[in-house]
């Protein structure tokens, strides 16, 4: 798939919902909530996803960030401020235009291998290209969390996404 479509998708374009649009001005007693049988609120969802942008540009970057032990390692325990969920939240549209500029890369660069910090990341493409589709794909998934639990509190504003 081409860069464009890439770049879009980390945008929410076509089927996928704006990722900044689904938490930009939600306020925490929403975002923090845990409704029941559900096991993150969109806070630590948010906290995840900025977690793991943090981890692969890092990655990308020359770095060797230490792979987590357990997934419970990238999900926050903790409660949030107010404070809090607003650098949460600002993280998040700033990882994604960094993630977005990397996105607009030259072949060249997009084609360049990223170094593997996990046994388990020798078994897959490592690519600067792969990587970013990997983030991409892991952000639609939990994007499309944030929508359901929005839709379950009644939060999910009319028009931010396809209603047909």
Same mark, same amino acid.
């Given at each position: 798939m081409n860069q464009e479509?890439?770049?879009?998708?980390?945008?929410?374009k076509g089927s996928h919902a704006?990722? =900044? &649009? !689904?938490?930009?001005?939600?306020?925490?007693e929403l975002a923090g909530q845990r409704l029941k049988g559900q096991p993150f609120s969109i806070a630590q969802i948010v906290w995840h996803m900025n977690y793991w942008?943090?981890?692969?540009?890092?990655?990308i970057?020359?770095?060797?960030?230490?792979?987590p032990e357990h997934a419970t390692e990238s999900w926050p325990a903790q409660l949030f401020t107010t404070s809090?969920?607003?650098? =949460? &939240? !600002?993280?998040?549209?700033?990882?994604l235009v960094e993630i977005s500029a990397l996105a607009k890369s030259d072949t060249?660069?997009?084609?360049?291998?990223?170094?593997?910090t996990h046994a388990g990341h020798t078994q897959i493409a490592s690519s600067l290209l792969a990587v970013l589709w990997q983030i991409v794909a892991h952000n639609s998934y939990h994007v499309g969390q944030i929508v359901l639990l929005r839709r379950m509190m009644n939060a999910w504003p009319e028009g931010l996404g396809d209603t047909w």
């Amino acid at each position: 798939m081409n860069q464009e479509v890439l770049i879009e998708l980390l945008h929410g374009k076509g089927s996928h919902a704006n990722p =900044i &649009v !689904a938490v930009q001005g939600l306020p925490l007693e929403l975002a923090g909530q845990r409704l029941k049988g559900q096991p993150f609120s969109i806070a630590q969802i948010v906290w995840h996803m900025n977690y793991w942008m943090d981890y692969e540009l890092r990655r990308i970057g020359g770095e060797a960030p230490v792979y987590p032990e357990h997934a419970t390692e990238s999900w926050p325990a903790q409660l949030f401020t107010t404070s809090e969920w607003d650098r =949460i &939240v !600002a993280r998040f549209a700033h990882l994604l235009v960094e993630i977005s500029a990397l996105a607009k890369s030259d072949t060249e660069v997009l084609n360049k291998e990223v170094k593997t910090t996990h046994a388990g990341h020798t078994q897959i493409a490592s690519s600067l290209l792969a990587v970013l589709w990997q983030i991409v794909a892991h952000n639609s998934y939990h994007v499309g969390q944030i929508v359901l639990l929005r839709r379950m509190m009644n939060a999910w504003p009319e028009g931010l996404g396809d209603t047909w």
